[in-house]
Structures are given as C-alpha cells and as structure tokens.
C-alpha cells in the first residue's frame, strides 16, 4: 500500500511539473493502479493488514483525480496539435517548444546586460536561449515568466540589429 502512495505522490509531482510528459507517461498506470486497489480492498477486510478499506478508498479518490487530470491535459495537448496543424513540421515544433519548457534557463536573466555585446551581434541567432510565450495556462514561478518575458522583449529588440549588421557586411 506504501507503494501505491509513493507512486501517487511521485506521479502528482511530475504532473504538476511536467504535464504533457507525465499524460503520456503516467495515465496507463494510473488507469492499472486503479484496478489494484479493489483487490487490496478485499484484503483488507479479510486479513490483518496494515491498512483498511477507507485507506484503500481514499487511495482510489486519489487516483481517479489523478486519472481525470492526466486525461485534461493528454485531451488538451492533442487539442493544442490539431489546431497547429496536423503535419509532422507542427508537431515537431511544438514537441521543441514543450523540451524547451523543461530545461532550466543556461543563465539568470538578471546577468544579461541590456545592450547586446559584439559576439552577439555577430552570432547566427541559433544559441540564443528562448522559450515561447504562454497563451493558454500559468507559468511554473513568476521568475520563469520574467526570464520568458525579458529574454523575448531583449530578443525582439537584438534580432533586428544582428539583421542589419550582417546586410551591411555582405553589401559592404
């Protein structure tokens, strides 16, 4: 029964850290768990177990809470790739931008100087850490929405000037 609720207690965390990976991951367990706990029930009352038919139904609200939830958010994802566009082109960017999500940021945002250095300027662009936008849902900690939002706005204002020097060294 212990197991159970470990396993309960690590699937919730990753569902709240991660949804869409856990909906993938976790909801096939959550619905054979769920068929478990009847079992474990039955024993309860029979035998000198360490837990008791309440424990077992509490166990299995749990569960089903967290069946439900995984159920929203697979539901939700594959809402999120059919609106993108059903084409494996979609799907790969939005599977880049859920990675992105999930790697924590290379630097503070704090430390990122406001005027862009010259090595920035004259880079490809490509190593610039950037996580898109939320539309939909809550950012992890507003200091993710902080990072997101500052490295975006300072992106929007470098790209242009890296465009720019790279027409003026090609024209000149």
Not at 22 to 31: C, I
Not at 48 to 71: H, I, P
Not at 110 to 125: N, Y
């Amino acid at each position: 029964m212990k197991v159970l609720w470990n396993f309960y207690n690590f699937a919730k965390f990753v569902t709240d850290k991660m949804p869409s990976q856990a909906s993938d991951q976790f909801l096939q367990m959550a619905r054979n768990v769920s068929l478990v706990i009847p079992v474990l029930k039955a024993k309860a009352s029979t035998s000198d177990q360490s837990y008791t038919e309440e424990d077992c139904e509490e166990l299995a609200g749990k569960f089903s809470e967290l069946k439900n939830v995984l159920q929203e958010y697979k539901t939700r994802r594959e809402e999120a790739i059919r609106s993108v566009g059903s084409t494996a082109k979609s799907q790969r960017v939005l599977a880049a931008m859920e990675r992105r999500w999930r790697e924590p940021p290379p630097n503070d945002f704090r430390s990122i100087p406001d005027i862009p250095t010259v090595e920035e300027l004259l880079a490809d662009g490509r190593s610039v850490f950037l996580r898109a936008s939320l539309s939909q849902g809550k950012y992890p900690s507003a200091q993710d929405y902080l990072d997101t939002q500052f490295r975006l706005l300072r992106e929007d204002f470098v790209d242009p000037l890296r465009e720019g020097l790279k027409d003026y060294f090609l024209i000149k």
